[in-house]
């Protein structure tokens, strides 16, 4: 979620289930200094007398992004989130994944249809020629949460929305969030997103309905629904989804509960077709807090250099209050999958045993 939870004291977390990384302190990776990406093996083995010491340690970027979102682009990964004191929509680059520099603000001018503040949860993706960045903005007429369309040359921005109207607010359903654009494998571009309906009082839905090839555009008439809040460990919302498409099936990561407690998490739904049937073979959270951090979720899958899949997300330090309190930071947790095709997320840990 968007709101800013503010320096109050998350909940006490529950029981973690155990995290990868085993042993306290620091775990410490040798990566040759002379190899390919960071991640792939050292094609010359006579290099390994050259390794250095090199440690995943999270939060990856400890300022406030909540609602983290990464972009592979022109070879280099940028990082997306919500509004804060980087600007309207923040970015960030890496060569890594671990190490972030703070580019700036990618939106620094607000589209017409949108009041200031309460931007949030940016997605980037490149169609026609162009990056296409959908977010959510308060509507100025009905302050309700909608969803806008901005377009740019860089990855940086400046993104530009010339619209006098939202793209998508349900307004009946109490707004639009959480927008998540995917690509099939077959080249067909979708969007997800949430009906803001727990703002209002009623049912919450993950959708998706076509877009354009450009992104300009929805097609068809209306959006499909996907998954709702059907599970105790829920709450009475989803939100924050990304769509993994591996192995001819579908896998959806969402996020649940209250944004601003440790009971906040991260679901899995799968399926054959993206528009489902949809199932949740699991009745508990794939990941929830830990000792490390709590409320980790809205978050996306990425995909490394050497082909390992990882979940960029946001989490804070469980025992920070007040003034120490940094906001919701990004992490980065691994993402294996079992042999079966079932997602495993441990974690969040604050360190990780291997690296991108």
Not at 20 to 47: F, I, Y
Not at 166 to 187: K, L, Q, R, T
Not at 234 to 260: C, I, K, Q
Request: charged fraction near 20%.
């Amino acid at each position: 979620m968007t709101r800013n939870p503010g320096p109050s004291r998350p909940s006490s977390p529950p029981r973690p289930r155990p995290a990868r990384t085993a042993a306290a302190g620091l775990v410490v990776l040798l990566l040759a200094a002379c190899g390919g990406p960071a991640g792939d093996p050292d094609p010359d083995p006579a290099t390994t007398e050259q390794e250095s010491d090199v440690a995943l340690t999270n939060p990856v970027h400890d300022g406030n992004l909540p609602d983290p979102f990464v972009l592979r682009a022109e070879g280099a990964w940028y990082a997306y989130g919500t509004q804060g004191r980087l600007g309207t929509m923040p970015v960030l680059r890496s060569d890594d994944l671990v190490h972030w520099e703070v580019v700036g603000d990618a939106m620094p001018t607000l589209a017409p249809w949108t009041g200031a503040g309460r931007h949030w949860a940016p997605e980037v993706v490149e169609l026609g020629g162009r990056y296409v960045a959908y977010y959510t903005a308060m509507e100025r007429e009905t302050q309700q949460q909608c969803l806008g369309v901005a377009f740019a040359d860089a990855p940086t921005g400046p993104f530009v929305d010339e619209a006098e109207q939202p793209f998508v607010c349900e307004h009946d359903e109490g707004g639009s969030i959480d927008a998540s654009p995917f690509v099939a494998a077959d080249g067909t571009p979708y969007l997800l997103w949430k009906n803001d309906g727990n703002h209002v009082g009623v049912r919450s839905w993950i959708r998706v309905q076509q877009l354009a090839p450009d992104g300009t555009a929805l097609v068809g008439d209306a959006p499909v629904d996907l998954i709702t809040h059907d599970q105790p460990w829920e709450g009475h919302l989803v939100e924050g989804p990304t769509v993994v498409e591996r192995g001819g099936r579908f896998h959806l990561l969402y996020s649940a509960n209250d944004y601003g407690s440790a009971d906040y998490g991260v679901g899995w739904a799968v399926a054959d077709a993206l528009t489902g049937p949809w199932t949740k073979p699991l009745d508990a959270p794939l990941m929830r807090s830990s000792p490390d951090a709590a409320g980790p979720g809205h978050g996306c899958v990425v995909t490394a250099d050497d082909g390992a899949t990882w979940y960029v997300h946001h989490a804070w330090p469980p025992d920070a209050v007040g003034a120490a309190y940094p906001g919701r930071q990004m992490w980065l947790t691994p993402l294996d999958w079992d042999a079966d095709g079932t997602p495993v997320l441990d974690g969040p840990s604050a360190t990780v045993d291997r690296l991108p």
